[in-house]
């Protein structure tokens, strides 16, 4: 029966003597329950369970006996009690912190008898260490860049606008009228449930980074010259010339008495800024809805020299032709100008130029890729190269 009895947990008897000497001797079984329960713990959680059985604020033994001895104590003793109880909880609380450290200090003998911590011992510092390759510029971003820097040589500013436009800034304002048919070469991922909105107000992935010189016009007066690079979206299946999703770097300048010829000059020598001064440019006429008259620019290839050979072989970026389409430019049709011409853009007054190239298929010539699907499935092997 005696020894049952000293094994049962301790717990918190309520008080009916508040006397000094009851006081000193339910004080005394309390911290002995103490001491011995805490000479048992051999590990963390040993410690966390003691820690909680003694301190826990909600029914932690502590608690137990400001409620049961404390608050239960008469009122012209409750001083000499109050005294007895805080003493408690300072010998608690220093217990509970001691058997942390001695458990930490524990755990660190036990350590540093290990193997490990003994071969630790033996590093040999002058080993070489373990080399964290820095990232690189993406081929795509690399020449995006390159080509933006080109055109802020020569004074322009970069500009940028969403990737989720509406139809107004993706067609409407560029001269694509609703229903017309150049809307159809321009394959458009639309935003879902958008019907009940007016169609100018429609979500949709932009298909050009076009919608940008609208919005930048209606921000600022001419003169401009900016250049803007971004991300496109058309619902082109994925194979080796074609990607979902690519970029295009685009041009506007307006100003008074801009011409055809300042169009020439300025893409001519920036081409030659770009592939390097040999490089030739020609011109052939073409058509887009926001130029008139419009044009697509080739290059002569930089690859083969324009000669349409690599040694006995043809050469296949240029098709044997000696030239490679690069991009395509016009003047800006009048009636784009009109979107905007409360903001000064009088067709009257002003004439402008715009351009447009594929970052990425600039990229695939300018390295020599031949699968566009290399820039976008991140595979470390292949964007190293471009380190
Ligand atoms: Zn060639």
């Given at each position: 029966m005696a020894s049952k009895k000293r094994s049962a947990p301790y717990t918190v008897p309520r008080l009916k003597d508040f006397s000094a000497p009851a006081l000193d001797k339910a004080a005394e079984k309390l911290l002995a329950a103490l001491h011995d329960e805490s000479s048992r713990i051999k590990n963390e959680a040993d410690w966390k369970t003691f820690r909680d059985r003694w301190m826990a604020r909600s029914n932690g033994i502590l608690t137990q006996i400001n409620n049961l001895w404390l608050k239960a104590a008469p009122k012209e003793v409750k001083p000499q009690v109050g005294q007895r109880v805080n003493e408690i909880k300072d010998k608690v609380e220093d217990e509970i912190q001691d058997t942390e450290l001695d458990l930490i200090r524990i755990q660190q003998e036990q350590l540093s008898s290990s193997s490990y911590v003994k071969a630790a011992d033996h590093l040999d510092i002058t080993l070489p260490g373990i080399r964290r390759p820095l990232g690189a510029e993406h081929p795509v971003i690399k020449t995006t860049n390159e080509l933006v820097a080109v055109f802020r040589n020569l004074g322009y500013s970069v500009q940028e606008g969403p990737v989720i436009e509406t139809d107004y800034y993706n067609f409407e304002s560029l001269n694509f009228p609703p229903n017309h048919p150049a809307r159809d070469t321009q394959d458009t991922l639309f935003v879902a449930r958008q019907e009940s909105k007016p169609l100018r107000d429609r979500l949709l992935l932009r298909t050009h980074t076009s919608p940008v010189q609208i919005r930048t016009m209606e921000r600022m007066k001419p003169p401009l010259r900016i250049v803007i690079p971004g991300k496109v979206h058309r619902n082109d299946p994925p194979d080796a010339t074609h990607s979902p999703m690519f970029h295009q770097i685009e041009g506007l300048a307006v100003d008074s008495n801009i011409t055809f010829g300042d169009l020439k000059g300025t893409l001519d020598h920036a081409m030659r800024m770009f592939f390097g001064s040999s490089v030739k440019?020609?011109?052939?006429?073409?058509?887009?809805?926001?130029?008139?008259?419009?044009?697509?620019?080739?290059?002569?290839?930089?690859?083969?020299?324009?000669?349409?050979?690599?040694?006995?072989?043809?050469?296949?970026?240029?098709?044997?032709?000696?030239?490679?389409?690069?991009?395509?430019?016009?003047?800006?049709?009048?009636?784009?100008?009109?979107?905007?011409?409360?903001?000064?853009?009088?067709?009257?007054?002003?004439?402008?130029?715009?351009?447009?190239?594929?970052?990425?298929?600039?990229?695939?010539?300018?390295?020599?890729?031949?699968?566009?699907?290399?820039?976008?499935?991140?595979?470390?092997?292949?964007?190293?190269?471009?380190?």
């Open positions: 440019t020609s011109f052939r006429p073409s058509f887009f809805p926001f130029t008139e008259p419009s044009a697509e620019m080739m290059v002569s290839c930089f690859i083969c020299g324009g000669s349409g050979k690599r040694g006995s072989e043809p050469c296949r970026p240029c098709k044997q032709t000696g030239w490679i389409e690069i991009l395509g430019c016009g003047m800006v049709d009048p009636s784009v100008f009109d979107f905007v011409k409360d903001n000064g853009y009088d067709p009257q007054k002003i004439s402008g130029f715009a351009f447009g190239m594929g970052a990425d298929r600039i990229a695939l010539l300018k390295y020599g890729v031949d699968d566009i699907q290399l820039f976008f499935n991140g595979d470390v092997r292949f964007l190293e190269q471009f380190e």
